[in-house]
């Protein structure tokens, strides 16, 4: 057999296959769905090839047959399959008996949601700390669920990583197929890559796509706006440049749910605290592509250029950098992989006027909160953490700690207790 990384998602998918009787693995084409569901299975079911899917069309409960685990890979192509697990799982519980993986939702859903039967998690790309054909970030040394225990625990370690290094990272992509590939080939894979969505995902999702350099065009202004709570009209008038008559929103929306529906959108939502509420407080999304080197494709920007500060062909939020941008999405890729491993969720923190803004706000399950900003800098000065000074002063005990995520090589805590915590050292 290959070689198979471990990945972080892969602890939680074991824990609960071991107790519970059928799991969806959700995520964006290529992120590796298909690879952990075979290491696992006992009858691996493709319904891309036909002869499978011939079968299975002719009669969905023979899913229920076979060898457990099974794992129906790409079920979206045959909803009904769905619908045969969850009858499966009525009539046998055991645990550990049927995996689902899937890149989109289905042009007609199942007839049943599946709750109670059949839970669904999210596969994305690659952390850093999971990418060990990238040397130089090594083992972390500072653990998310430690900063969520509340205990303030020490923060140490020292990284060889420096700012060309995440630039690199930012670019190489964290989809597992590309790792190892030169920059050539890697441009020409991610190319290859976002044609696919365009030609064939996006019509297989059910999305009548008539104007095929439209949806690149609004992809293209997704990826300007990386990190950036920039509103519908700005996007659309970013995606649609030079054109007088500008698409109405109920002609655009379908761009926009099916690309979320593909998982290659995943907007960071805003945080609505429970206990603490805050004035003035919007929940609107900031916009990320799963995976930023997604992103620094669809801009035409490899890591040279956004190493020499170079503008993209798309105009690009006046507010702050691409690059600026780009590692704070890398930062938000590695903290929705280790939320999800400490079974938190991963929000954002902006007042309506904009006075206030903290990029990441770490939600654990008994409502209380990590805060955390992302630097492109290795030194942190009082003024970069003083709206994490705020929030402790508005929420109080219910701030579990604070800390900025830096590009610099040391970690540590400042004397006010907010953790300096160079992105390569923080971990699940």
Do not use: C
Not at 189 to 218: K, M, Q, T, V
Not at 272 to 293: I, Q
Not at 368 to 377: C, F, P, T, Y
């Amino acid at each position: 057999m290959a070689f198979y990384g471990q990945r972080i998602v892969d602890n939680l998918i074991d824990a609960l296959f071991a107790e519970l009787p059928a799991i969806s693995i959700e995520g964006v084409r290529a992120v590796g769905k298909t690879t952990t569901a075979r290491q696992r299975a006992a009858t691996f079911l493709e319904l891309d090839y036909a002869p499978v899917l011939e079968v299975l069309q002719a009669d969905p409960r023979l899913v229920g047959t076979y060898p457990t685990p099974v794992a129906v890979d790409e079920w979206q192509k045959l909803p009904a399959i769905f619908d045969a697990v969850r009858r499966a799982v009525d009539e046998d519980r055991s645990a550990g008996r049927f995996l689902l993986t899937g890149s989109t939702s289905p042009k007609q859903p199942p007839t049943h949601t599946g709750a109670g039967r059949i839970i669904t998690l999210r596969m994305r790309p690659l952390s850093l700390s999971e990418r060990w054909d990238a040397p130089v970030f090594g083992e972390p040394a500072v653990s998310l669920a430690e900063l969520l225990s509340g205990a303030r625990p020490d923060v140490l370690g020292r990284t060889e990583a420096r700012l060309a290094d995440y630039v690199e990272e930012i670019t190489a992509s964290g989809l597992p197929g590309l790792r190892g590939l030169s920059a050539s080939a890697r441009s020409e894979a991610l190319g290859g890559y976002i044609d696919r969505i365009i030609d064939r995902d996006f019509p297989e999702a059910g999305h009548d796509l008539r104007n095929p350099s439209a949806l690149r065009r609004w992809l293209a202004a997704y990826a300007a706006s990386t990190a950036t709570t920039a509103s519908y009209e700005r996007i659309r008038d970013a995606a649609t440049g030079g054109h007088g008559d500008k698409p109405s929103r109920s002609s655009t929306t379908p761009y926009i749910d099916t690309l979320e529906r593909l998982h290659i959108l995943e907007p960071l939502p805003g945080w609505s605290p429970t206990r603490n509420p805050l004035a003035k407080l919007t929940s609107g999304p900031k916009h990320h592509l799963v995976d930023p080197a997604l992103a620094a494709a669809l801009l035409g920007i490899d890591a040279a250029a956004l190493l020499r500060g170079e503008p993209p062909h798309q105009p690009t939020p006046a507010d702050r950098t691409l690059l600026g941008g780009l590692f704070e999405s890398l930062v938000a890729l590695n903290l929705r992989v280790y939320a999800q491993a400490a079974r938190a969720s991963l929000h954002h923190l902006r007042k309506r006027a904009g006075e206030r803004e903290i990029d990441f706000i770490v939600r654990a399950r008994d409502g209380r909160v990590l805060a955390a900003e992302a630097k492109l800098s290795g030194s942190v000065s009082d003024h970069d953490v003083r709206h994490l000074h705020w929030l402790r002063r508005e929420i109080g005990d219910d701030l579990l700690d604070a800390a900025v995520i830096t590009t610099g090589p040391q970690a540590y805590r400042r004397r006010d207790g907010i953790a300096v915590i160079p992105a390569a050292l923080l971990g699940p």
